[in-house]
């Protein structure tokens, strides 16, 4: 695919605290996780320490959708991961213990290949994300998370069902938390997700049509519209810069964008043409169409 707006950031929120529960990538289930102690559902594994645990990390990989552990003592250092395949769940060690386990469970084989950056490169430890409250850092790593998870719909407050509806790193909380919050447990609404930047609806594929205001910059790249089009965007200061739209089938569509024109180009050598908010344009398999220099 001619994409050209990149994005390279880490996805990867990580936990300190003990007793943490992290989503399992592609599975339902979560794993309680302690310095000596994993939890997935009646499974439990006891770690071998030999002394208390100084340091414990706990990370949720995104990208590689994988859990990423890595527990500390004065004589022991213990690494491994947790992740999703074939039928079921896999926990291997890869320093301080030579084991490996297996968790038999359903599995979704997802490939994740969108991406979304609003450029906050900040700290991604679980615990202060929640606390700062910040839609910018928060929506990334969410988004990629509900292309793993794909369920439930999308709240009224992005932000406080963030930060109260989640137990810990994307385990949505139960009854029985008694935190005193009264919303839903949080989900991963993918579908609307994605429709904030981009959409289609008889015929019209819509660019930013209802972005979260708090979101003045970033981009996303292979965004899915349905099963028809993948699409890169990049937007700075509130305002669309650039958009790449791969066609995934031929078809005829009408293109609304914010502005009246843009320039329309059929490859990047292309000098392009003035292209109008509302025009139609015939979409050919495999071809993608460039769209920068939007105007007011």
């Not at 769940?89 to 991406?115: H, M, N, Q, Y």
Request: aromatic share 12%.
């Amino acid at each position: 695919m001619c994409f050209s707006i990149a994005i390279d950031q880490p996805y990867a929120p990580f936990t300190h605290q003990p007793g943490s529960s992290l989503r399992i990538p592609g599975t339902s289930l979560e794993a309680v996780i302690y310095p000596s102690k994993i939890i997935i559902g009646n499974f439990s594994i006891e770690l071998p320490l030999g002394e208390t645990a100084d340091s414990f990390t706990a990370l949720l990989d995104l990208k590689k959708g994988a859990i990423f552990v890595t527990v500390k003592t004065p004589i022991d250092y213990f690494r491994y991961r947790i992740r999703s395949g074939g039928e079921g769940v896999t926990i291997l060690f890869d320093r301080g213990w030579k084991k490996s386990f297996f968790i038999p469970c359903a599995v979704k084989r997802i490939d994740v290949l969108e991406k979304l950056s609003t450029g906050n490169y900040k700290k991604q430890e679980w615990e202060e994300i929640q606390k700062r409250g910040d839609l910018k850092e928060i929506l990334p790593i969410w988004f990629m998370a509900a292309c793993w998870f794909q369920e439930g719909s999308l709240p009224i407050n992005l932000i406080e069902s963030f930060k109260e509806g989640f137990s810990a790193i994307f385990a949505p909380k139960n009854k029985e938390c008694h935190t005193g919050y009264k919303g839903l447990p949080a989900g991963f609404p993918i579908a609307d997700f994605r429709a904030f930047f981009a959409s289609y609806h008889a015929s019209i594929i819509t660019i930013m049509g209802s972005i979260p205001s708090l979101l003045v910059s970033g981009r996303v790249q292979n965004l899915k519209i349905e099963n028809l089009f993948r699409v890169d965007i990049l937007w700075s200061n509130g305002s669309l810069k650039k958009c790449i739209i791969m066609p995934l089938e031929s078809r005829t569509c009408t293109l609304v964008f914010p502005g009246k024109t843009c320039r329309l180009r059929l490859n990047k050598r292309d000098k392009g043409s003035i292209f109008k908010r509302g025009d139609s344009f015939l979409f050919s398999l495999g071809k993608p169409l460039f769209l920068d220099r939007f105007t007011k």
